[in-house]
């Protein structure tokens, strides 16, 4: 199986704990087989390649969240990383050019995208294979899954089938109704659209040509902001005639807001975190250092990171989003392919940061302009190249690098730093990549 997951999100609805580098499929609420967290990627991941151990799996995503992904899955699945977003459309284009032009596939085979978010069972995948048999053998151009619903929903579109079989021909398509309409697609065998499908490679990439103007994958890259930001719901499946839809009946949850996410969490709290016996329905989740006290919380969701901390009625929280776009906070968090950062402190002149690095892993050969750096080793081995000078490091050992150095670090072992960072203007912008002397 051919797969392409979507992996994109603003990080607005599962805040303190998301951001815009690390969206909700980051962030470890789960439990994996061996009761290890792991996040909604890792699941993902893990189920389609449980369901099919040979299945091909490239993530189209945004560059703020390549990292964590590579922090998260390693050299696992192929990433096609858009410049910058723009809608459902363009981003599956993408990732369909660089399956033919970078990777090979062949554009007589079936490609299925998914997002990478559901909850679900390992059913859905081995529907989604079953998606891929239907398109293989030619009966529609484009084959959709459609989520039996369990309640007449406002939050989904409608996909109307002919008739109530297992694989239907699609009569028509509904946007988000209110209840009452919701009612009466119900009763006409309806399904949530949950922007599941599959198409072989050359009649997208068809499509792709006769909307837009290109030649192959670097050239669709490097034009990409130029391009019109549309979903793929109204640019391709709206306008498809020959379109059939199959019927999944499983599990499925959408967890985009905490209290979704509150029923799949592996426990009630994660954290420094502790609920009294007159607590009910109540999730902690505390990434800060310091104890969390609960006492006679109901119905509750409380989130705590360096970015800030929620306290909500958990019906109440998925009406965040829009206060949460007035806080303006830099992300204190974030996973890199190496490993991850967080920031401990920030002061008008300075900000000192925690690094810790992966075994094996290493920065990019870089330099800033505008600030200087301290490092200091807290635990752990690993090798410094300041301006072609290499250096081993150890626990206690501390390194200045001036504004204007190249530098890297390397970790032997897993490695904890403390970098202090020093300038009129700390940014991260401020970075020149290099190639290693």
């Not at 390649?49 to 964590?68: E, G, H, L, N, Y």
């Not at 829009?322 to 490993?339: F, L, N, Q, R």
Request: net charge negative; hydrophobic share 40%; aromatic share 8%.
């Amino acid at each position: 199986m051919n797969i392409i997951l979507l992996s994109g999100g603003s990080g607005k609805r599962l805040w303190p704990l998301s951001n815009d580098v690390r969206s909700k499929q980051f962030i470890k609420l789960l439990k994996d087989e061996q009761g290890e967290y792991e996040s909604m990627v890792q699941r993902v991941y893990r189920q389609i390649t449980t369901v099919d151990k040979d299945a091909k799996v490239t993530i189209a995503t945004s560059k703020s969240q390549a990292s964590a992904i590579k922090n998260q899955l390693g050299e696992k699945v192929g990433i096609c990383v858009e410049p910058c977003r723009r809608d459902t459309f363009p981003a599956i284009v993408l990732a369909v050019t660089y399956l033919k032009d970078e990777l090979g596939v062949d554009t007589e085979e079936t490609v299925v995208v998914c997002p990478v978010d559901p909850y679900v069972d390992n059913t859905y995948y081995e529907a989604a294979m079953a998606l891929q048999e239907i398109t293989d053998a030619g009966g529609a151009s484009l084959t959709l899954m459609g989520i039996e619903p369990t309640y007449p929903s406002e939050k989904y579109g409608y996909i109307i089938p002919e008739n109530s079989n297992y694989v239907s021909k699609v009569k028509e398509f509904k946007e988000k109704p209110d209840t009452e309409m919701a009612k009466k697609y119900l009763a006409q065998s309806a399904l949530w659209n949950a922007g599941v499908f599959a198409f072989k490679l050359g009649y997208l990439l068809d499509k792709a040509h006769s909307m837009i103007d290109f030649e192959d994958y670097r050239d669709l890259f490097n034009k990409y902001d130029m391009l019109t930001k549309i979903s793929f719901d109204y640019a391709v499946v709206e306008k498809e005639s020959s379109i059939q839809v199959l019927r999944y009946s499983g599990d499925w949850k959408d967890v985009g807001t905490w209290n979704m996410m509150a029923e799949v969490m592996a426990n009630k709290t994660k954290g420094k975190a502790i609920l009294d016996e007159s607590s009910d329905n109540t999730n902690v989740v505390n990434e800060l250092n310091i104890p969390i006290l609960c006492m006679g919380c109901k119905n509750m969701i409380v989130a705590a990171s360096g970015d800030g901390i929620l306290i909500a009625d958990k019906e109440r929280s998925g009406n965040m989003k829009p206060y949460v776009e007035k806080i303006e906070t830099e992300a204190m968090y974030v996973e890199k392919s190496w490993g991850s950062y967080t920031v401990i402190d920030v002061q008008s002149g300075s900000m000192t940061v925690k690094v810790s690095m992966k075994a094996g892993e290493h920065m990019s050969y870089h330099m800033h302009n505008y600030r200087e750096e301290v490092w200091t080793v807290v635990s752990g081995k690993g090798k410094a190249i300041v301006d072609g000078m290499e250096q081993q490091l150890r626990t206690g050992d501390v390194i200045t690098i001036a504004a204007g150095c190249k530098h890297m670090i390397e970790a032997i072992t897993d490695l904890d730093i403390v970098e202090i960072q020093i300038g009129d203007e700390i940014s991260a912008s401020d970075k020149v990549k290099f190639a290693v002397e």
